[in-house]
């Protein structure tokens, strides 16, 4: 009996141990995403944009996007902007691929076919990659373009309807 008892402790000791999963409740900052959007303005040839586009699409897939808002507290001499600066508020940016009349949100956890429509993507497809930030962002995009928005436009009907045939 006392040998089960031990090897009964020993197992629920070993399972604490080993098997505890450290929750970090990681959030995309608007800071971050600005620092990302401030970065990719620098980039020179439409290839690398898009080339960049596609790396942070994919690195952004692990986080949700939340419908939640953010807290923000002023302490006694800040001013609303500093605190605002200060506050870590979850942010995504939106990637947006443009045709004349119609446009496709490209982020694959709420579009799973958004993988092989990058796939589809090139520097010859794409005419033109803005990025919209500030009230412009969020005029069009609502809360979801306070962070900035990336749109890439293309005018190539053969490429428009090869993203139609995928979706």
């Known amino acids: ?6 090897f009964a402790l020993l197992l629920s000791f070993c ?20 620092e990302w959007i401030s970065e990719f303005e620098k980039l020179d040839s439409k290839s690398e944009k898009i080339a960049e586009i596609k790396k942070k699409i994919f ?8 419908k939640s808002y953010c807290r923000i ?3 006694n001499q800040e001013t609303i902007q500093e605190a605002m600066e200060i506050a870590n508020c979850e942010c995504k940016i939106v990637f947006v691929l443009g045709f004349k009349k119609i446009a496709y ?6 579009y799973p076919k958004t993988h ?6 090139t520097d010859e497809n794409i005419d033109k990659i803005t990025v919209l930030k500030g ?19 293309s005018e190539s009907r053969k490429f428009k309807r090869k993203i ?3 979706l």
């Open 1 to 6: 009996m006392k040998r089960l008892l031990f």
């Open 15 to 34: 399972n604490t141990l080993f098997a505890q999963e450290i929750k970090t409740d990681s959030i995309l900052t608007e800071k971050q995403n600005a």
């Open 59 to 66: 690195a952004d897939t692990i986080y949700k996007r939340q």
């Open 73 to 75: 507290v002023i302490k």
């Open 105 to 110: 949100s490209l982020d694959p956890n709420e």
């Open 116 to 121: 092989t429509v990058l796939e589809l993507v």
């Open 135 to 153: 009230d412009i962002a969020s005029a069009l995009y609502g809360t979801n373009g306070r962070c900035g928005v990336v749109v890439m436009y």
């Open 164 to 166: 139609k045939n995928v």
